[in-house]
């Protein structure tokens, strides 16, 4: 059974593109047939004006009586298929009794018009002529029926409207193959989707219009950071596998084993349960990065301060200060495209090892560009040695080993940096303590 879906966009156009035409082809007609009514009103308008321009010529070269004018008027007006009434004063010539009463009123107006009057229910199309006969005011009326005339125009104007049925049901098929061959593109897009749900496929290519780039470039944007976070997520479980192994089947032979576990043993214990502990944050925290093909943003200004406030609690004895740089009020509540636990991550590990380490003071600087974010995490520790600074970021490595910690943090910061294609720089600053910037590539 035939089945119309009225939500397909194809069902949609062909309506609107039907609709359209429909009242365009109807609009045209409705003009074709007021044009020929007013063509053949000005084409018999000129007849009109032709015959009372002759009569009125040959009044005034007559030099009879006023009574004998209107005769010969009458008798010129009979070689003619037109009706007239003539009045010249007072009296009146016709040359149909039945007129007069009829068409006297008409007489009244002023100056020359052309115009239609109905006459004994048939259409008559009248002209009045006004003009002077020997200092008397003469008023012409010369009429002709024009019902023949508007017979004529409806059969040529039902035979266009057969035509223009005609031409729309042309219109309607021009739009079917039209609509049919534009959305052609959708289709082959549906069947290449299904290919990649089937595993047949791994990209899209697609040769489609202009409006459709941005649509396949996000699902091949897509397709690539799904293809991109499994072989993350494989990899990270090939890491913590392979990191894993090693500790856990020792610690298995010391718990299983009969020998008593002293001091030392237990040490060596508690360091490969660290490993193995260091390890997972690692690749947990690895494995929450959305990275910036994700599509998420963030609000840089208010996590910025929800953080500021969050290590402000976890450090009450030093001062966490924010300072926002570049940042008007219109920008205060501007969304860049960093996801928002990406963002926190990385500022919060800035903030959390500026407040190990820093005396009394960490400032925080946040600056808001036109294609960057810049994030500047200042303290005022001891700071790190100008031959340490390039050793920061590398896993694992630890500057006191005397503070908590594993040494990740950084590491997964450089990281994080990375996959945003940023940077992120170390220094002393002013204080003398560790000066930490990172730039991300940013759009707003």
Same mark, same amino acid.
């Given at each position: 059974?035939?089945?119309?879906?009225?939500?397909?966009?194809?069902?949609?156009?062909?309506?609107?593109?039907?609709?359209?035409?429909?009242?365009?082809?109807?609009?045209?007609?409705?003009?074709?047939?007021?044009?020929?009514?007013?063509?053949?009103?000005?084409?018999?308008?000129?007849?009109?004006?032709?015959?009372a321009w002759h009569i009125v010529t040959l009044?005034?070269?007559?030099?009879?009586?006023?009574?004998?004018?209107?005769?010969?008027?009458?008798?010129?007006?009979?070689?003619?298929?037109?009706?007239?009434?003539?009045?010249?004063?007072?009296?009146?010539?016709?040359?149909?009794?039945?007129?007069?009463? +009829?068409?006297?009123?008409?007489?009244?107006?002023?100056?020359?018009?052309?115009?239609?009057?109905?006459?004994?229910?048939?259409?008559?199309?009248?002209?009045?002529?006004?003009? !002077?006969?020997?200092?008397?005011?003469? +008023?012409?009326?010369?009429?002709?029926?024009?019902?023949?005339?508007?017979?004529?125009?409806?059969?040529?104007?039902?035979?266009?409207?057969?035509?223009?049925?005609?031409?729309?049901?042309?219109? &309607?098929?021009?739009?079917?193959?039209?609509?049919?061959?534009?959305?052609?593109?959708? =289709?082959?897009?549906?069947?290449?989707?299904?290919?990649? +749900?089937?595993?047949?496929?791994?990209? &899209?290519?697609?040769?489609?219009?202009?409006?459709? !780039?941005?649509?396949?470039?996000?699902?091949?944007?897509?397709?690539?950071?799904?293809?991109?976070?499994?072989?993350?997520?494989?990899? =990270?479980?090939?890491?913590?596998?392979?990191?894993?192994?090693?500790?856990?089947?020792?610690?298995?032979?010391?718990?299983?084993?009969?020998?008593? &576990?002293?001091?030392?043993?237990?040490?060596?214990?508690?360091?490969?349960?660290?490993?193995?502990?260091?390890?997972?944050?690692?690749?947990?925290?690895?494995?929450?990065?959305?990275?910036?093909?994700?599509?998420?943003?963030?609000?840089?200004?208010?996590?910025?301060?929800?953080?500021?406030?969050?290590?402000?609690?976890?450090?009450?004895?030093?001062?966490?200060?924010?300072?926002?740089?570049?940042?008007?009020?219109?920008?205060? !509540?501007?969304?860049?495209?960093?996801?928002?636990?990406?963002?926190?991550?990385?500022?919060?590990?800035?903030?959390?090892?500026?407040?190990?380490?820093?005396?009394?003071?960490?400032?925080?600087?946040?600056?808001?560009?036109?294609?960057?974010?810049?994030?500047?995490?200042?303290? !005022?520790?001891?700071?790190?040695?100008?031959?340490?600074?390039?050793?920061?970021?590398?896993?694992?490595?630890?500057?006191?080993?005397?503070?908590?910690?594993?040494?990740?943090?950084?590491?997964?910061?450089?990281?994080?940096?990375?996959?945003?294609?940023?940077?992120?720089?170390?220094?002393?600053?002013?204080?003398?303590?560790l000066r930490a910037e990172v730039h991300l590539?940013?759009?707003?």
């Amino acid at each position: 059974m035939f089945h119309i879906d009225r939500r397909s966009l194809r069902f949609r156009l062909l309506t609107r593109l039907g609709g359209a035409s429909l009242a365009v082809v109807l609009f045209a007609w409705y003009l074709h047939g007021f044009f020929l009514h007013e063509l053949a009103k000005d084409f018999l308008g000129e007849r009109l004006k032709d015959e009372a321009w002759h009569i009125v010529t040959l009044l005034k070269k007559d030099e009879r009586p006023v009574a004998q004018l209107m005769a010969a008027a009458r008798e010129e007006s009979l070689s003619f298929h037109h009706f007239y009434v003539l009045r010249v004063g007072e009296k009146v010539s016709t040359s149909l009794p039945a007129l007069p009463t +009829q068409m006297l009123p008409l007489l009244e107006g002023k100056g020359d018009a052309l115009f239609m009057h109905q006459f004994q229910q048939q259409p008559l199309l009248v002209y009045r002529h006004v003009f !002077d006969i020997r200092g008397d005011a003469v +008023q012409l009326l010369i009429a002709e029926n024009f019902s023949p005339v508007e017979q004529g125009l409806t059969r040529v104007h039902w035979w266009i409207a057969a035509s223009a049925i005609l031409l729309w049901g042309i219109l &309607i098929s021009l739009n079917l193959l039209a609509v049919r061959r534009g959305l052609r593109p959708l =289709s082959v897009l549906r069947h290449q989707l299904s290919e990649l +749900q089937s595993g047949r496929r791994k990209r &899209i290519v697609l040769e489609a219009p202009s409006e459709l !780039d941005a649509l396949v470039s996000q699902l091949n944007t897509l397709l690539d950071e799904f293809d991109h976070r499994l072989s993350r997520s494989r990899e =990270s479980v090939a890491n913590l596998s392979h990191a894993l192994k090693t500790p856990l089947t020792a610690l298995t032979q010391v718990l299983r084993g009969k020998r008593p &576990i002293n001091e030392v043993r237990r040490g060596k214990m508690l360091q490969r349960v660290e490993t193995i502990h260091s390890q997972l944050e690692t690749e947990l925290r690895r494995a929450r990065i959305a990275g910036p093909r994700a599509g998420q943003t963030a609000r840089p200004v208010e996590e910025a301060q929800r953080l500021i406030e969050m290590f402000q609690g976890i450090y009450p004895q030093r001062t966490f200060l924010l300072e926002c740089l570049g940042v008007s009020n219109d920008h205060a !509540d501007s969304w860049v495209n960093v996801e928002t636990q990406d963002f926190t991550e990385m500022l919060g590990i800035l903030l959390d090892n500026a407040g190990k380490w820093s005396v009394n003071q960490v400032q925080c600087r946040l600056t808001i560009e036109s294609d960057q974010i810049v994030l500047c995490v200042e303290d !005022d520790g001891p700071g790190v040695p100008q031959a340490q600074l390039a050793h920061l970021g590398e896993r694992g490595w630890r500057q006191d080993e005397t503070h908590p910690g594993y040494g990740l943090g950084l590491s997964i910061l450089a990281h994080l940096v990375k996959h945003y294609a940023g940077c992120v720089s170390y220094s002393t600053g002013a204080a003398g303590g560790l000066r930490a910037e990172v730039h991300l590539p940013t759009r707003k």
